[in-house]
């Protein structure tokens, strides 16, 4: 662009693009003993992926905060330019994972997120925001001048979601990377909220599910002094 800056003031995400349903499935026989097998597996993963939805409440997101030229298009979006939108509010667009989707599709309003600074000099959290409306179609799929147009999707059947977000308050300060895997390899090695956290365990992922535990310990160390 000179370069060309977005129309909309919209996040931008860089996932990893992963094929949907791309995790390892059972090829099954077509015997009844397999298929009344399978059907019981199914049903356990269900009340399994149940619970698991059950405890997260909490997300960390993230994007970048730093100007990156993309097919002529200025993808920055930090935690400012979210401050600077009316109302402090904005729709969190051009998610391009099915699993990060679906978790955006796990939202509900009232529910908080770390808005996390990546691709850039000094990744870490800054600040907080909150769900404020749940997952409908993300329209830039649809749109041949944006960055995250998809040919594949279709308005009768569109693949991409997004939710809208409010900043609520920066940090009282910013908690880098670097400080919080030093905490995940002592939790992991000792125990702690953060041993399985998803930033390290699931790190491609642009949306991260968070439980209470390890988003209350997170938060605490804005008062404490970094290591």
């Known amino acids: 662009m000179p370069p060309k800056k977005r129309t909309r003031s ?8 992963l094929c949907e349903g791309s995790d ?26 149940d619970a698991i939805k059950s405890s997260y409440s909490h997300w960390l997101m993230k994007s970048e905060p730093e100007s990156r030229i993309e097919n002529g298009v200025d993808v920055k979006f930090g935690i400012e330019d979210l401050k600077a939108l009316p109302s402090q509010t904005g729709c969190w667009d051009g998610v391009r994972n ?19 600074h990546s691709n850039c000099k000094e990744p870490g959290i800054a600040g907080l925001m909150k769900i404020v409306k749940e997952a409908y179609v993300d329209h830039t799929q649809f749109d041949k001048k944006d960055v995250h147009y998809d040919p594949s999707s279709k308005a009768d059947n569109p693949k991409w979601s997004m939710v809208d977000v409010q900043f609520e308050r920066m940090t009282k300060r ?14 992991k090695a000792k125990g702690g909220p ?14 991260q599910p968070l439980t209470s535990e390890e988003f209350d310990f997170v938060l605490s160390l804005e008062n404490e002094d970094p290591i």
């Open 10 to 17: 919209k996040s931008t995400r860089h996932d990893a693009q």
């Open 98 to 116: 099915y699993q990060a989707r679906n978790f955006m599709r796990d939202m509900k309003v009232g529910q908080q997120a770390f808005f996390y």
């Open 194 to 207: 953060l041993k399985d956290m998803a930033l390290f365990t699931r790190a491609r992922l642009s949306v």
């Open 24 to 49: 390892d499935v059972a090829q099954l026989k077509t015997g009844k003993r397999n298929r009344s097998a399978a059907v019981t597996s199914d049903v356990e993963k269900n009340k399994n992926d």
């Open 174 to 187: 910013f908690i880098p990377l670097t400080e919080l895997k030093k905490y995940h390899l002592q939790h």
